[in-house]
Every structure is written in C-alpha cells, then in structure tokens.
C-alpha cells in the first residue's frame, strides 16, 4: 500500500509540473538602448564590479593613515622601601621609604616630507621619608622633536610609496570597471544582434514550412487527377516535415539566445523567466566607414586595458624609485627643544615650565651607512629588470592591439561585401523558385528539382540574415577594439 502511494504521488507531480511551466509569457518589446540600461543597472558582473573602485579609494585613505599623528597618555605610582630601623620593643620599621607619581603624555608622528616629530610633556611628583625626615619634589619637562631624513627616506619614504601605489591602484580600478562595463555591453549588443537573427530565422523556417506545405497540397491534387506519381507527394510530405523539424530547432535557439540576452540584463532571473523578448531593432548593413590610423590613434589612447598596462609600468616606476633612495646612507639631521621646571608641588613645577627660563636643546645629526647593503642594491636590480620587462610587454600589447584593429578593419569589410554577395543569392532564388514552381505547373519541371530549389531560397534567406548578425557584430567587435564602445553608444561614465 505505501508502495501504491508513492507511485500515486509521483504520477501526480508528473501530471501537475508540466502545468507548472505553462505560465502565462509577457512579450516585452526591447530595444538595443533599454537592453544596455537595463544591464548597467541590474547586471551582476557590474554590480560587483562597482565596489572595485570604492575598496581601491578605501585602500588609498588607509595609506594616508601612515601620517596620522598618536597621543598617549600614562600616569602610574611607584612605592620603594630601602633599609630597616629596629625601634624599642622589637618593632622594625624601613629606615627609608619613597613614592612617586608620575604623568606623561606624548604626540608623535610623521610629515609628507619625511620629517618625524615628537611633542612629549612629563611630571613626577616624589615624596617620602628618609633618616626620619620627609621630603617632597615635583619635576617636570615639556619638549619638542625633530627628526629629519637627509639622504634615505628623503625623496620617497614606506609611507609616500604606499599613497602612490595605492592612487595608481585606484585609477587601474576606475579602468577594470569601465572594461568590464565595455565587455559586458558589447557581449550585450551581439547577444542582441544574434537574438534579432534567432527570431527571423524563425521566420526563414516558417517561410520554408509554407513553400513545403503548398507544394504538398499541389501535389495532391495532381495525384488525384492522375497527373503525378505517388512517390513525388511523399518527396514534397517528407521536405515539408524536414521543414517542420527545423522550425522547432530554430525556436529551440531562439529561446536560448533569449535567455543569454536576459542573463545580461537583469539580477532577477526568476521575474524574466516567463517572459518573452522581443527585439525592436532590425539587422541592417550600413556601409562601412572605417579608417585604420583613427582606429590605431583610438586603441592606442583609449583601451582600458592597455592604460592598465601603462599604469603597471609607472608602478613598477615609483617602486624602482623608492628602491634607489634606499641604496642611499641613512644621514638625518635631529634636533629637541623643550623646558623644566621643578618645585614643592605639581602646580609649581608647572608654574616654573611656564615662565621659559629653564630651557634645554640639543641638536645634532647621525649617520648610517650599510657595509655591503645586498638587499637594497639587489632589490633596485630586480625591480629595474621587471620595470623593462614591463615596458616590453606593453609594447608588445600595443603591436597586438594594432594587429587586432587591422584584422576588425579587414573583417568588418570583408563582412559588408558577404552581406551584399548573400542579399544577391536571396533575391536570385527567390525568382529561380517563382520560375521552377511556374515550370511545374506546365509540366516543364519536376517535383524533385522544386525542393531543391526551396531548399535553396532556405538556405540563402538563412545566410543573408546570418551575414548581417556577423556583420554588426563586426561593427562592435571594432569599438570594444579601439576602446570607443562607450562613447559610440553614448554612455557617460562617472566613477564616484
């Protein structure tokens, strides 16, 4: 009986999912320019891609931090005993004994320029007994540190070569959005051109179905008079259910290019699965209008990812910079001026600082020099290697970049002519169909030579719009090439 149950419970869902993917489909009308709005808004590759610059700024603001100035502040009690006293009646009691409370409190931190400085202020107040009577003193100081890097650390520091990374870092993030932005709208644009090709190959099929159909009907009614032999109708029967057969493969990719295009365009998916796209543009062939050196001129200037490229070789720079400075001798120049004051209590201790006639200063400057410095002069070698492997590496990008702008120039006019070269096939066997069908009626023709010719007029209407999808994406291809997609489909890119 449970058995009996399960297999009820799974002819039920059998019989209710199909029903499930029956829902009623929204046919919503897309242009190209709603598509592209719909993926900057909506899109998870670009979402993600959108906090890239923001961490990057994040990372800029922590280097900064390096400058930040610290203030501490301490106090702390001190107890000492020292020697023993034996009074009469056995009692012991220290023969000297002393506390100390002591406060300090410091700033410190470091310049753009290299220079480290101190602002320090202390007070200890003493008071105890000793040989058996009390005393009590105050002392305190206030000063003011400079150190100043003369040779090492003078030109670029840990700190400033961090902060000069991390801007570069920041300007390479600005450009991975904008190619991300250019890869994700171009893969846009084509899925759209191959959507636009998808339906009207469709149509192109559809079309085939209603030659193939007609010819059948034809043929029946020559069968019946006697005029035609059976085997010619099951001939027209079978190219019709060919036919058949291809429509559903080609609505089959429809539905997938569809839901390529709708990947791309939104971050709900489940909102967009019932519904049906419909694009409003149409493939066309305008002529090409291409010049190679405003293409170079273009990709040379404009291509996110060679500006990368550059921006890698000036980080390579300002690090091979910071290396060089570090082959130097630490020489810095250093230098404290501050006051004293003493008295019975805090307050005059303070009192006495206040007056500015107990100073002190010192002033100086300290040399280090590294005997064989391995790491600082092998460290410059490696960095000036990898800085001119850099640069050849973005010359070889430029040459690829000119070589693929050349192959798009070469392409999209080679396209241009197969666009004009199939429209012209089309047309011929449209009329190469009308006069074979005008044959068959008179006798003149048979059924086998007509299904070749709508195979024919099939495949010829299949490759003009086939010719045009690629042809536009040609046109794309170039853009994103030259790094002028943005600019081409009027998109004005801010990065905040």
């Given amino acids: 009986m449970r058995l009996l149950r399960i297999w009820l419970a799974l002819a039920l869902f059998g019989t209710l999912a199909p029903a499930q993917t029956n829902a009623p ?3 919503r009308r897309l242009s190209l320019q709603d598509c592209i709005e719909l993926a900057l808004k909506h899109n998870l590759d670009l979402q993600i891609d959108r906090y890239n610059p923001q961490i990057a700024l994040f990372t800029l603001n922590q280097a900064y931090g390096g400058f930040d100035p610290t203030l501490s502040i301490s106090g702390q009690h001190d107890h000492s005993e020292s020697g ?6 056995g009692f012991i009691i220290p023969s000297a004994s002393s ?6 409190s410091g700033l410190t931190g470091a310049s753009p320029i290299g220079t480290t400085y101190s602002f320090t202020g202390s007070a200890i107040d003493t008071y105890g007994a000793s040989g058996g009577s009390d005393f009590r003193n105050s002392v305190g100081s206030a000063s003011f540190s400079l150190t100043q890097p003369l040779l090492k650390n003078f030109w670029i520091d840990s700190n400033r070569l961090t902060i000069r990374v991390a801007k570069n870092r920041l300007k390479y993030s600005e450009l991975l959005l904008k190619l991300q932005i250019m890869q994700t709208v171009t893969a846009l644009e084509q899925g759209y051109y191959d959507l636009i090709y998808s339906r009207q190959n469709v149509v192109v099929q559809q079309k085939a179905v209603e030659l193939a159909e007609r010819l059948v009907q034809e043929n029946r009614k020559r069968l019946e008079v006697g005029a035609l032999a059976p085997l010619d109708l099951q001939s027209a029967e079978a190219q019709a259910a060919s036919s058949r057969a291809a429509v559903i493969a080609a609505q089959i990719q429809a539905d997938t290019q569809a839901r390529v295009l709708k990947q791309l365009i939104t971050d709900q998916y489940r909102e967009w699965a019932y519904i049906a796209l419909e694009p409003s543009g149409t493939l066309t062939a305008p002529p090409p209008v291409v010049n190679l050196q405003d293409s170079w001129n273009k990709g040379l200037s404009e291509r996110p990812d060679l500006l990368q490229a550059r921006l890698d070789v000036e980080r390579q ?7 060089r400075n570090q082959l130097y001798p630490e020489l810095d120049a250093f230098g404290t001026y501050g006051y004293n004051g003493t008295g019975p209590q805090f307050s005059d201790a303070f009192y006495d600082m206040q007056l500015f006639d107990r ?10 020099v590294p005997l064989t410095n391995i790491r600082a002069r092998n460290a410059y070698r490696s960095d000036k290697a990898n800085l001119q492997q850099l640069v050849l590496t973005l ?3 430029e040459q690829a970049i000119m070589i693929q702008i050349d192959n798009d120039v070469g392409t999209i006019r080679a396209n241009f002519d197969q666009v004009q070269a199939t429209r012209t096939a089309r047309e011929y066997e449209e009329a190469a169909l009308d006069a074979e069908q005008k044959k068959l009626q008179s ?3 048979t059924t ?12 010829a209407r299949g490759s003009e719009i086939q010719a045009l999808d690629t042809y536009n994406k040609s046109l794309s291809q170039l853009s994103i090439d030259e790094g002028s997609t943005l600019d081409r489909l009027g998109i004005d890119l801010e990065v905040k």
């Fill in 25 to 27: 489909i929204e046919t």
């Fill in 84 to 89: 023993r006293q034996l009074l009469a009646g």
């Fill in 99 to 104: 506390d100390d409370n002591r406060f300090s």
């Fill in 317 to 323: 720079g300002i690090q091979l910079k910071y290396d």
């Fill in 359 to 368: 100073r002190f200063y010192t002033y100086g400057g300290r040399i280090s």
């Fill in 395 to 397: 010359k070889k990008q």
């Fill in 443 to 445: 006798g003149k023709s």
């Fill in 448 to 459: 086998y030579t007509v299904l070749q010719v709508q195979r024919d007029l099939t495949s």
